[in-house]
């Protein structure tokens, strides 16, 4: 009886709109910042005549030619273009509302210019590419009718929760991988990421062994968070102070080691877990701090 209930609960209307609205927005605008701030500067390393990213083979399958077209011969030129399909992907989402065929160009144009900067990738830019590629699919002010209406509500329904299974399956991935890290359970992997020139600030490897054992504690957190993520997240007595963590986590981290993108795409990708109410709440908390801000 309850499965039915909930069968027909998934059929018959979007049952968040607000929370696939608010995921398509952060998802966008963080595409905007990455493709704006980190590659139109170094768009020529990446896409460019003499890019430093080598060619790939790839299958005769039209699927590869259209995902691997830059690294095919005599179309690498071409990478404007897609920044052109994401720029016209957000005008048509942001202005008309066409969330489907907008998100579709915004996909597009991340993963053939992503799949050409190749080397550049971290884990965040292979989560973006899936997020918006569900989103494809999700529409959360379709005016569909009839029968027609029941596919794209029920469509959107999935889509946001394919979105909500893939954050999971990202925190589950990492938490088993710090598990069975030496570096990791041995409480010494943030101190040592830290200390790793590439990836440090300056200021932070100057006063580093003065907070070793802050970052052995933080190390352990870290692993604790990873892990209980995929559990904790469906409570609702849990879910709002561990995204709240899982924000300020992320954006120490990628300010303490330069991986701001995958920081923001990683705090975008919390929305898919606001449910309507915790969104209304968000919004009175942030009036209401505009409010008193202005007097």
Same mark, same amino acid.
């Given at each position: 009886?309850?499965?039915?209930?909930? +069968?027909?609960?998934?059929?018959?209307?979007?049952?968040?709109?607000?929370? &696939?609205?608010?995921?398509?927005?952060?998802?966008?605008? #963080?595409?905007?910042?990455?493709?704006?701030?980190?590659?139109?500067? =170094?768009?020529?390393?990446?896409?460019?005549?003499?890019?430093?990213?080598?060619?790939?083979?790839?299958?005769?399958?039209?699927?590869?030619?259209?995902?691997?077209?830059?690294?095919?011969?005599?179309?690498?030129?071409?990478?404007?273009? @897609?920044?052109? $399909?994401?720029?016209?992907?957000? !005008?048509? %989402?942001?202005? =008309?509302?066409?969330?489907?065929?907008?998100?579709?160009?915004?996909?597009?144009? #991340?993963?053939?210019?992503?799949?050409?900067?190749?080397? $550049?990738?971290?884990?965040?830019?292979?989560?973006?590419? $899936?997020?918006?590629?569900?989103? +494809? @699919?999700?529409?959360?002010?379709?005016?569909?009718?009839?029968?027609?209406? !029941?596919?794209?509500?029920?469509?959107? =329904?999935? *889509?946001?929760?394919?979105?909500?299974?893939?954050?999971? %399956?990202?925190? /589950?991935?990492?938490? *088993?991988?710090?598990?069975?890290?030496?570096?990791?359970?041995?409480?010494? *992997?943030?101190?040592? /990421?830290?200390?790793?020139?590439?990836?440090?600030?300056?200021?932070?490897?100057?006063?580093?062994?003065?907070?070793?054992?802050?970052?052995?504690?933080?190390?352990?957190?870290?692993?604790?968070?990873?892990?209980?993520?995929? @559990?904790?997240?469906?409570?609702?007595?849990?879910?709002?102070?561990?995204? &709240?963590?899982?924000?300020?986590?992320?954006?120490?981290?990628?300010?303490?080691?330069? !991986?701001?993108?995958?920081?923001?795409?990683?705090?975008? $990708?919390?929305?898919?877990?606001?449910?309507?109410?915790? /969104?209304? !709440? @968000?919004?009175?908390?942030?009036?209401?701090?505009?409010?008193?801000?202005?007097?």
């Amino acid at each position: 009886m309850k499965l039915g209930s909930y +069968i027909q609960g998934f059929t018959s209307g979007v049952q968040s709109p607000s929370t &696939i609205k608010l995921l398509r927005n952060s998802l966008i605008l #963080v595409t905007a910042y990455l493709i704006l701030v980190l590659c139109l500067p =170094n768009a020529q390393l990446f896409w460019g005549e003499h890019s430093l990213m080598p060619s790939l083979g790839f299958p005769d399958s039209w699927r590869y030619k259209i995902i691997m077209a830059l690294h095919q011969d005599g179309y690498g030129n071409l990478y404007p273009l @897609f920044f052109l $399909s994401i720029g016209l992907g957000g !005008v048509l %989402y942001f202005f =008309n509302g066409f969330n489907r065929i907008a998100t579709f160009l915004v996909w597009l144009g #991340v993963i053939v210019l992503y799949n050409r900067a190749y080397l $550049s990738m971290v884990g965040g830019n292979y989560l973006l590419q $899936s997020l918006l590629f569900f989103l +494809i @699919f999700a529409d959360e002010s379709s005016h569909a009718k009839g029968k027609w209406k !029941v596919i794209s509500d029920t469509l959107s =329904n999935l *889509a946001l929760w394919a979105c909500k299974l893939q954050v999971i %399956y990202v925190y /589950i991935f990492s938490g *088993a991988y710090k598990l069975a890290s030496e570096q990791w359970m041995s409480g010494e *992997a943030v101190f040592d /990421i830290l200390h790793l020139k590439e990836f440090s600030l300056p200021l932070i490897m100057e006063y580093l062994d003065s907070f070793h054992g802050i970052l052995v504690i933080i190390d352990y957190v870290a692993i604790a968070y990873f892990i209980l993520f995929p @559990f904790l997240i469906w409570s609702k007595k849990w879910k709002v102070p561990l995204l &709240i963590f899982g924000v300020i986590w992320h954006l120490g981290m990628g300010w303490g080691i330069g !991986v701001m993108d995958f920081s923001f795409i990683m705090i975008a $990708s919390y929305a898919a877990f606001l449910e309507e109410d915790d /969104i209304i !709440v @968000f919004k009175r908390l942030f009036t209401r701090r505009i409010k008193v801000g202005q007097t």
